[in-house]
């Protein structure tokens, strides 16, 4: 998740699962009725394999991070024109998970040595190289999201523990190393922060699947206590102004406003979100798919959430994640395929007008 919003639905080991499981003016297309594409497609698309995150610095200035066919960690990269793959260290039996810039010479991107230490790379304009990360866990260490703010301001969350105990895990980088925060609100189901957004040093939001908490620059609070409903993204402009998809139960949005939250009513029918990306009060995308493997595209404009068209896709496609830099800009990213039948990566591109598969 980038520093726009998450999400995210749970990217780890929780996350996967649930994730694959779930199954202009406003209109409902059925991108399901398209075909089955063949072996080849234009551009990026060629790539087997998935996509968990997305991060957009600009028009020509774009990362996302998944796997590819072979299960190896993969990076793309925009440059205004095509994604191509960006070359990563050796680093066996890893993954990453999430990935989040400022500029076009500072990225950062996290996940895990097969779930038992915490993988954290940064990209400096020429390559990505690996930097040491905390790793308190004595079976599991695990990070799902990042936010970066600045070369020296970057924050990291995921989880620690052993099996079947684990707790919420909070990196934060100074610009010289990276450090654990304390969490004083420990989820006695066992807690695994999926999304993070930051602000500033004193405006940082995360959430796992349950709950959304906020960091004021000194201490951690719970702004929405776990419930039926599971938390698939976030999305933070400000202290006061703040969403939240939710999916299982109700399938809800909800907004923050400083003092409360408040459902925000969306158009029906309505399958589930994964994730939520804003870049102003008048200005958010939300992302997801109904159980028949249908995209959805919800944006708001200020006063309401709509349903957006989009392009035509494989019947089985998911999208995992959004990042919008602009009002004429966002990407969004998933896969298409089952598990019984891989498919490949979906790269979708909002060019403000309308999406396009990339």
């Known amino acids: 998740m980038d520093g726009n919003g ?4 749970l990217r780890g080991r929780l996350g996967r699962c649930s994730t694959l499981a779930a199954g202009g003016a406003a209109m409902i297309l059925t991108l399901g009725a398209a075909a089955a594409p063949s072996a080849h497609h234009d551009g990026i698309t ?12 600009s028009n020509s200035d774009a990362w996302a991070v ?3 066919g072979e299960a190896r960690t993969m990076m793309l990269r ?42 954290v790379m940064r990209w400096d304009g020429t390559s990505w190289t690996k930097v040491a990360a905390p790793s308190p866990g004595t079976r ?54 999926a999304g993070v957004v930051a602000l500033s040093a004193n405006d940082v939001w995360a959430h796992d699947y349950g709950r959304v908490l906020h960091w004021n620059g000194t201490r951690w609070s719970v702004l929405l206590p776990p419930s039926a409903d599971e938390v698939t993204g976030l999305a933070a402009l400000s202290a006061t102004d703040a ?19 408040a459902r ?23 992302v997801g798919s109904y159980a028949s493997g249908v995209l959805q595209f919800l ?28 009002a004429s800009q966002a990407w969004a990213v998933g896969e298409y395929g089952t598990r019984t039948a891989p498919g490949g990566v979906i790269i979708l591109r909002w060019n403000g007008t309308s999406w396009t598969r990339s």
Do not use: C
């Open 6 to 9: 998450t999400p995210r639905r």
């Open 46 to 57: 060629n790539h087997a394999g998935m996509l968990f995150g997305v991060s957009a610095v």
């Open 66 to 68: 998944g796997q590819d």
């Open 78 to 119: 925009w440059n205004g024109t095509n994604w191509a793959r960006s070359p990563l260290p050796r680093i066996p039996v890893s993954g990453l998970q999430a990935v989040s810039a400022t500029s076009s010479d500072d990225a950062w991107a996290v996940g895990a040595y097969g779930s038992e230490k915490t993988l």
């Open 140 to 193: 599991i260490d695990d990070l799902n999201a990042v936010s970066a703010l600045s070369p020296s301001d970057v924050w990291a969350v995921g989880m620690f523990g052993t099996y079947g105990k684990y707790q919420d895990l909070v990196l934060h980088w100074n610009g010289r190393r990276w450090a654990q925060i304390p969490m004083p609100h420990p989820f006695a189901g066992g807690g695994e922060l």
């Open 243 to 261: 969403w939240v998809t939710t999916t299982n139960a109700r399938k809800m949005m909800l907004h923050w406003n400083g003092t409360s939250w």
């Open 264 to 286: 925000s009513p969306l158009p029906k029918p309505l399958g589930g979100l994964q994730a939520v990306s804003a870049t102003s009060a008048d200005d958010a995308w939300a």
């Open 299 to 326: 944006r708001w404009n200020g006063t309401r959430w709509t349903r957006m068209a989009g392009p035509a896709v494989p019947k089985s496609s998911s999208l995992d994640d959004v990042s919008a830099s602009s």
